[in-house]
């Protein structure tokens, strides 16, 4: 790939701070990256959030050294992106779980949904094929032999109770209680609604998910000082005791 | 049939206040022909406006068939209105529309039948002898037949006041004296009151009853005219030559 | 650049799906135009002729009619979805799906076209209004038989820019599982990376968005007869 | 100056074919005030469009000092048309230029400067009567001001030709002697040749060296005319009343 | 429906993050309504210009711009701004951050006001051509002095109906971290569910737009002398 006036990755500055550049996209991880900001300062390491609304381009930013690291996805997902365009991005550090869980305003448990009930799952890639395994994981789908986290409503083999699927946004997954039947996210948008998988999920993903959000770099770059520094305040102890205070019910430290 | 009463228009620009019309009284009796003349600016066309309360005066009554237009509700206007026809001296013909369209918007307006209305559009372009051109746009018209349209629409719903603003500027005399011809017909037999404002002596001389002077806003002068024996003989119309040269014609280019 | 029998083969893989986004483009689309020309006319009809110095001026409601086209506008369009959300449910029973997708996008339709009408009409010669009420039309008249007449091929450009704007603001329907074209070429192509499924999706836009100017520039030529 | 050999022109229109003007050959010669009447619809305004070929005729040539019109290379035709000055039937003023804006352009296309151009503006302003409506939009003016606006405008650049569609259709006599004084001035001091299109006699008899009849589309007749003696007086004018009734007046209205 | 006190004491929080937002937002729009200007008025003469029956009628040159016009608006924005990555790149050196989110933004800015200027130099009557051509006016000269001066009011009208629209394309900016009022209402109010400070937020996109149309509708009333 052309680079061009490209910004170095660690730029070394006159005063010997070093700055780090990290994609990312919304809360906890950007309150997360904000609370080892000054941590990171006494390492003389001056951290720089790059906030992007779009789940593809945190990569391509990585990708294309516009940013050093970035912190929003988990490995299936970052596997995905390395196959299909080639790059290197590697996971540096597991930071946290997010557990899926699938909410209903009008059933209590799963039995409940009736025949052709409409399940709201999210319309990105990554996203729709964690949802669909989920429910396979279930039992309440079948899908095509192998296909994995890369699942789409298509390949759905068998559908006993005749579920509609509806995709939509990520960020309006909150806003369709009302609408679906059932609907399948991540804690970080059903907290606001006071809703967390312990107490009101339906349905939750086991726990030894492989969806941990993990901060990613290159493989040129993970080894650097700065990304070593940056993980291992992020698996320090204020961002554990961050987790547990604010985020105790939705999300889970991934390191120890 | 017209009153105006001490009316007066001015306008704002920005060097101040430019008086256009200043408290003008006129009266126009019912079934005349009554010509409105004076120099370029002079405030005619202003005060043709006010006749139909285009143009709203800043004081004065505008008597129309007993009504005071100024104070009229806007339905009762619109109904006065709809009895009186203008002919602009810009035209302000729709240009989206054929010329049979255009004469036939006020026909349209008075809500007459689609066949009704059709054949009057044609009698209306007959008049102005322009029946072969019903069907094309004003864009391809030359200037007088655009004026002509403009006529005839004013014609098309028969009304009983024609408000005229130089309406032959644009015709040349033997145009301009067939529709003289056409308006003091409809002046005799159907007893239409028309104002005409124009510059041409000769207009005046042919069809008007009355006539009023208009200079630098002001009414300067009124009289009355003698009524000509009537149609002119337009088949006995002299040549251009004749009329330029007298009976014997010069040397040729 | 591209391959192009890869994205005929592509092309040819989906089409099913391709042809249902089809569908729901023009089922969107469809509707807010239907919207644009039904209340939009009429709101920027309205606009023009409450504004200072028009036939109906009116303050009051010029100031509550631009405000309205104003806040639409503002609104980031994806919000302005979310706050509908309420209004859609109650005006066609669900939220999510294509039809659902069409209440937001027609608000914003009504919006813009209602501006483009109201300067489409500011064009219209003072003249050919002076002549209307000379002729005692009432102000439906007017608008009828003379702005929207002489405006008309001014009306036709409008929309027709503001149609390839529905187009444009459809592509982002996705949210609320409204579909298209558009949100097609999003999620399959950009979001699975199937670049030459994308490119040929584009393409089918391009196309159409094309058909869409063309056949509004003749129209709007052939009523013009000034 | 002028030379029409055998040019034509049709129009399309959806009822076939128009021939606005058929094979007309026509000479203007340098120095000369040449009219061209006839009747409304002839195609007096379309011949006159062809002098600068503003309308291009389908065939035949246009010579104007020596040059075919119907081949110059645009940038040369640009040039030829900066020394004509055209007068419009429908005057084709800027409406969001002031008086002396409007003016003021072809001055501005030939880039004179900003000084001499104010001076230009103010003195042709003068010409025609109207220095006091400089600052004025044309929408703030009655039709006869426009029409000296863009009379005043096509004398501007001093062209070398000047071609008036028209040009006192909406003027009184009394502004209509004045312009054709100064018309007859500029072609008299400056040997300006001067085409005038127009359907008022008194205007030919009063200015025209020499006539072209133009009827459907064909040149019909064309003499020459007595030269008049020059400047008409404007002071001693008779009013509109001993226009109109001789020097006796008649009952007052 | 809101509390107000609490959006004030909301907005009064995050004020330097609002200040900030707006500065890019502005910055965007700048940077879009100079390109729309610079770039989209020339664009959108020669659309008119080479149009049929048109001073400077060239099929293949109208097939061009229009093509390019077109094909940009085709492109559902999202995937036009990921497509523009390179130029961007090759541009202003990066392709994230609220300069580099200006190139995309910009182009479609071009796009919007050159069909905006086309449709307002089709309003220009004939006779005011006609007039320019008799006095030998060059073609710059018959743009410039007769047709821009007489369609000047639509001109304007037609960049402020842009400009919002600028305004609106530039809330999905933060896809490449243009950032911006738009996308910071998005980001706060609706992702975190902080309603009263989206509330607050669009409130103050609402004032902006406001004031851009009222600026463009004195200003074009003020310019049009018809
Ligand atoms: N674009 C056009 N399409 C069709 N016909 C046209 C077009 N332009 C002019 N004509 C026709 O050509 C004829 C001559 O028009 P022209 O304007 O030259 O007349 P004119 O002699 O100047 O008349 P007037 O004294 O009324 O101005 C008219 O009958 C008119 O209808
Ligand atoms: N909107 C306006 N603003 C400023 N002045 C105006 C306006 N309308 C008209 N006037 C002025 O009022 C005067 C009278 O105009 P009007 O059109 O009535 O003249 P007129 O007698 O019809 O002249 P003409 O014979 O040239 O048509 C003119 O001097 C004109 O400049
Ligand atoms: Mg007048
Ligand atoms: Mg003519």
């Known amino acids: ?25 919304i809360p906890p991880m950007t309150e997360m990256l904000e609370l080892v900001k000054p941590l990171l300062k006494e390492d003389g390491i001056s951290l720089e959030l790059v906030v992007l609304s779009d789940n593809i381009q945190p990569n391509d930013a990585l990708a294309n050294k516009e940013v050093d690291a970035n912190f929003f996805q988990h490995v299936p997902y970052m596997n995905q992106y390395n196959e299909s365009k080639n790059s290197e991005l590697v996971a540096v550090q597991p930071v946290y779980h997010a557990v899926y869980g699938a909410y209903s305003k009008r059933y209590k448990n799963m039995e409940e949904l009736p025949e052709g009930a409409t399940i709201a799952i999210a319309n990105d890639p990554s996203n729709t094929g964690r949802s669909l395994v989920m429910l396979e994981k279930a039992g309440i789908i079948k899908l095509k032999e192998g296909v994995g986290i890369n699942a789409t409503v298509t390949d759905i083999t068998e559908n006993a109770k005749k579920f509609k699927f509806e995709e939509v946004d990520l960020l309006m997954l909150a806003r369709m209680l009302d609408d679906a039947d059932l609907v399948l996210m991540t804690p970080a948008y059903a907290s606001p609604l006071g809703l967390t998988p312990k107490k009101d999920a339906l349905l939750t993903e086991t726990t030894d998910s492989a969806f941990a959000i993990t901060l990613v770099a290159r493989a040129d770059n993970q080894d650097s000082e700065p990304i070593k520094k940056l993980a291992e305040r992020l698996s320090g102890p204020e961002v554990k005791q961050f987790l547990e205070t604010k985020y105790s019910e939705i999300a889970i430290p991934a390191f120890e | 049939m017209i009153s105006l009463q001490e009316v007066s228009k001015s306008y704002k620009s920005g060097e101040g206040i430019f008086e256009a019309v200043q408290s003008v009284s006129l009266t126009v009796r019912e079934g005349t022909i009554h010509g409105i003349i004076g120099p370029s600016g002079a405030g005619k066309s202003t005060l043709l406006r006010m006749m139909n309360v285009l143009e709203l005066p800043d004081q004065g009554k505008v008597m129309v068939g007993g009504k005071d237009l100024t104070t009229l509700p806007e339905k009762e206007l619109r109904l006065a209105r709809r009895s009186i026809g203008m002919i602009f001296q810009q035209f302000h013909l729709l240009n989206n529309r054929t010329v049979s369209g255009n004469v036939s918007v006020p026909l349209e307006l008075a809500g007459i039948g689609k066949k009704q209305r059709k054949e009057r559009v044609q009698e209306c372009l007959k008049f102005v002898g322009l029946p072969d051109k019903a069907r094309q746009y004003p864009a391809m018209l030359s200037g007088g037949q655009k004026q002509r349209v403009a006529i005839a629409r004013a014609l098309a719903h028969r009304p009983s006041l024609l408000l005229c603003d130089e309406p032959t500027s644009s015709l040349d005399p033997g145009t301009t004296a067939e529709i003289l011809d056409v308006l003091r017909h409809i002046n005799k037999t ?15 001389k042919e069809v008007c009853h009355a006539v009023s002077v208009v200079e ?32 014997a014609g010069m040397r040729d280019v | 650049m591209f391959d192009f029998s890869l994205m005929l083969e592509k092309f040819m893989e989906y089409r ?12 969107m689309v469809g509707i807010s135009v239907l919207a644009a020309i039904l209340l939009g006319l009429p709101l920027g009809t309205m606009l023009f002729l409450t504004a200072k110095g028009q036939l109906r001026e009116n303050v009051t409601w010029s100031v509550i009619l631009n405000g309205f ?7 980031p369009f994806l919000l302005l979805v979310v706050f509908m959300i309420p209004v859609t449910r109650f005006l066609v029973g669900t939220a999510i799906g294509t039809v659902a997708a069409s209440v937001p996008l027609g608000i914003v339709s009504i919006a813009i076209y209602a501006r483009q009408v109201e300067q489409s009409l500011f064009e219209v010669p003072r003249g050919v209004v002076e002549a209307a009420q000379s002729m005692g039309a009432s102000k439906l008249g007017i608008v009828c038989k003379f702005l929207f007449v002489e405006a008309r091929s001014g009306l036709v450009l409008g ?68």
């Not at chain 1, 006036?5 to 010997?16: F, W």
């Not at chain 2, 159907?190 to 005046?204: P, R, Y």
């Not at chain 3, 099913?16 to 089922?27: N, S």
């Not at chain 3, 603001?169 to 030459?196: K, L, W």
């Open chain 1, 1 to 25: 790939q052309e680079q061009q006036g490209n910004a170095p990755a660690a730029q070394e500055t006159e005063n010997k701070e070093v700055t780090l550049k990290v994609a990312t996209l």
């Open chain 2, 190 to 204: 159907l007893g239409v009151t028309i104002v005409i404002v124009t510059h041409e002596m000769d207009v005046v």
């Open chain 3, 159 to 226: 929309l027709t820019t503001s149609t390839i704007s529905f187009i444009s603001y459809s592509t982002v329907m996705g949210v609320v599982g409204g579909g298209g074209v558009g949100d097609f070429a999003i999620r399959y192509g950009y979001q699975r990376f199937e670049t030459e499924l994308m490119a040929a999706v584009i393409i089918l836009m391009i196309i159409l968005v094309q058909l869409v100017q063309f056949a509004g520039s003749m129209i709007s030529r052939w009523l013009d007869k000034r």
């Open chain 2, 216 to 247: 630098q806003g002001r009414l300067t002068d009124g009289f009355e005219l003698e009524v000509r024996p009537g149609k002119s003989d337009i088949t006995q119309r002299p040549s251009y030559r004749e009329q330029l040269l007298g009976k």
């Open chain 3, 16 to 27: 099913t799906q391709i042809a249902e986004a089809v569908g729901e483009t023009f089922l």
């Open chain 3, 69 to 75: 086209v104003n806040v639409v506008r503002s609104f």
